[in-house]
């Protein structure tokens, strides 16, 4: 098995978990692997992840009280935040731990970079200062984003990592680490989610304010997030991250140019970009008709057993076919019909309603919260 390297670790999901009966700690760290075996195919298995050094040793605390279990997780991470947060709400799905029932929530996802920055920083400050005077013309550039960083604050209950929010302007980013980037490069209205789920005090403050834009990775991740956060509070406007990087590591030349191409949120779709913003479009899926289904099922004999996906056009002709494992980074507009070999993951699920999907075949289904519709053989 790999170990992961402490230099590696970018996040930790830290989890709190209540058992009814008495559990001990290889029978929790059993049950992760065991019941989230298969879920999130070959990519993301738990087992697999830790032998590769993706995720690191699973740190179990257990107190066992009135007949009952409580304790925490931690799983240390050194994937990107997409995937780590796939995981975090994959451990949320099980449900047993040996013969007891048990329920498992994530707490937070914890951005280990964040915390070593800031003692990175406060070093260097102190060790600069023994290196007198002399050296500071150097540092000009240094000393003149400490100034800005400093400025990092905090906001409401939840304190959340943010620069001055006086003004009439929001920025809404996912983590502390934005927010240091954007103040580093002179942008001070900005505030941290914390993590891909939308704050109340965050909500609350984008009623108040004339003019909020949301600005997200320029990844899948980040179409998530704005998927979520468009539903549940008020955006004016979209900014996105070039396509692949972070907000957290963007030049200040390419801050500027992603929010000067920013977008109104009433644009915004999940599939097409628009200015370097994808933009809404409004999608209706529409049903198999069961004459439809019958020659679909005469197209799905060599697909058992192979774990592969068959991707059908509006004339029924299948234009591809591919491995699940592959499935994730399927680049196809508006097909009708996706027959996969096994069990529709929320992860697989999410790419078809990426793709516009407008039915899913499979054995049987995570997740029925979706508008693709989605059919049982």
């Given at each position: ?89 994959a ?9 007891s ?33 002399s050296?500071?013309?150097d ?11 400093a400025?990092?604050q ?73 998927k ?36 109104s949120?009433?644009?915004?779709s ?14 209706s ?35 591809k ?20 070999d ?36």
């Amino acid at each position: 098995m790999a170990k992961i390297s402490p230099a590696s670790i970018k996040y930790i999901v830290h989890a709190k978990f209540e058992s009814e009966g008495a559990v001990e700690k290889p029978d929790i760290i059993g049950a992760l692997f065991g019941q989230t075996e298969g879920l999130l195919g070959d990519e993301l298995e738990m087992r697999e992840l830790q032998k590769n050094g993706k995720i690191g040793r699973i740190e179990v605390t257990t107190n066992y009280e009135n007949s009952k279990t409580k304790g925490e997780i931690e799983i240390p991470s050194a994937m990107d935040k997409s995937d780590t947060s796939i995981i975090a709400a994959a451990i949320e799905t099980v449900e047993r731990i040996g013969p007891s029932d048990t329920k498992i929530i994530i707490e937070e996802i914890e951005d280990v970079r964040g915390s070593k920055r800031d003692y990175i920083f406060e070093r260097a400050k102190k060790l600069m200062e023994k290196l007198g005077e002399s050296d500071f013309s150097d540092r000009a550039g240094e000393i003149k984003n400490s100034s800005r960083i400093a400025k990092l604050q905090t906001y409401g209950t939840e304190n959340l990592p943010c620069g001055d929010l006086s003004g009439d302007e929001l920025i809404i980013v996912e983590g502390r680490a934005d927010v240091i980037n954007l103040l580093k490069n002179g942008i001070k209205n900005a505030i941290a989610m914390n993590g891909v789920k939308l704050p109340e005090t965050v909500k609350e403050l984008s009623k108040e304010k004339p003019n909020v834009v949301l600005f997200v990775d320029g990844d899948r991740g980040g179409n998530l997030i704005i998927k979520n956060v468009v539903e549940n509070a008020k955006i004016d406007y979209i900014a996105m991250a070039p396509e692949g990087k972070e907000v957290e590591e963007l030049t200040g030349k390419e801050i500027l140019q992603a929010l000067r191409k920013k977008t109104s949120s009433e644009d915004y779709s999940e599939n097409k970009r628009k200015k370097g913003v994808r933009t809404y479009e409004k999608f209706s899926p529409k049903k198999i008709t069961p004459k439809e289904k019958e020659k679909i099922r005469e197209e799905l004999d060599d697909l058992i057993g192979t774990k592969g996906a068959k991707i059908f056009n509006k004339d029924l002709e299948v234009i591809k076919k591919i491995p699940l494992s592959r499935f994730s980074r399927l680049d196809i507009e508006e097909p009708y019909v996706i027959a996969i070999d096994g069990t529709a993951t929320p992860r697989i699920i999410k790419t078809c309603e990426e793709i516009n999907c407008h039915n899913l075949i499979a054995t049987n289904f995570v997740s029925t919260e979706t508008e693709v519709n989605l059919i049982s053989l």
